[in-house]
């Protein structure tokens, strides 16, 4: 994790260097901490997304790395995520200070899926990063009713925390 400073910037290029923190990439573990947030944001027809409808332009703005309040966090990419981008997250603090980290982007989707069309991005944390896990951020459409719903799936321990929950030091 990187502590800011009042008007300084980011440097991603840092992070693009580093690996997965050690144990994310075995993917999420049974006893990690899971969180499925799950919200409706709107209704279209029945079938698969409107070109310019609620699925779609939620999917704008998940790919575009907007998915916390800009009040509280500053996405940091280089273009809409692609598997293999590192992602930056510049939490804003009091007084100008900032805290930055980042992950790799490992897959993206954009598919139907039984009878829900999914879109979005699944990432993993790199070393430095404040957790340890994979986070899934992603816009959904029921094919059948029409219904768009947007979530976050998360598998993450604290990075100071190990998998058989007892405390490590990094």
């Known amino acids: 994790m990187d502590l800011l400073l009042p008007g ?3 440097c991603l ?6 690996g997965f923190s050690p144990g994310a990439e075995v993917g999420p573990g049974p006893t990690d ?10 209704m279209e027809p ?11 332009r939620v999917a704008r703005a ?4 907007e998915v916390f309040p800009p009040r509280l966090v500053e996405p940091v990419i280089r273009r809409p995520v692609e598997a293999g981008d590192t992602v930056g997250a510049r939490h804003l603090l009091s007084l100008g200070f900032s805290l ?3 992950s790799r982007v490992i897959e993206t989707f954009d598919e139907p899926e039984e009878r829900r069309w999914r879109t979005g991005f699944k990432y993993r ?4 990063h ?10 959904e459409k029921d094919m059948a009713s029409g219904e768009v719903r947007v979530a976050l799936h998360t598998g993450l321990v604290p990075a100071c925390g190990s998998r058989d929950g007892h405390r490590r030091w990094p």
């Not at 290029?13 to 580093?18: A, G, T």
């Open 130 to 139: 404040p957790t340890l896990g994979e986070e899934t951020f992603c816009v």
């Open 46 to 56: 029945p079938g698969g997304p409107q070109l310019d409808g609620p699925h779609a």
């Open 8 to 10: 300084m910037p980011p």
């Open 62 to 65: 998940i790919l575009r790395y």
């Open 100 to 102: 930055f980290f980042a």
């Open 13 to 18: 290029e840092r992070w693009e260097k580093r």
């Open 33 to 42: 901490r899971r969180a499925d947030y799950v919200r409706v944001v709107g």
């Open 125 to 128: 944390t790199l070393v430095g």
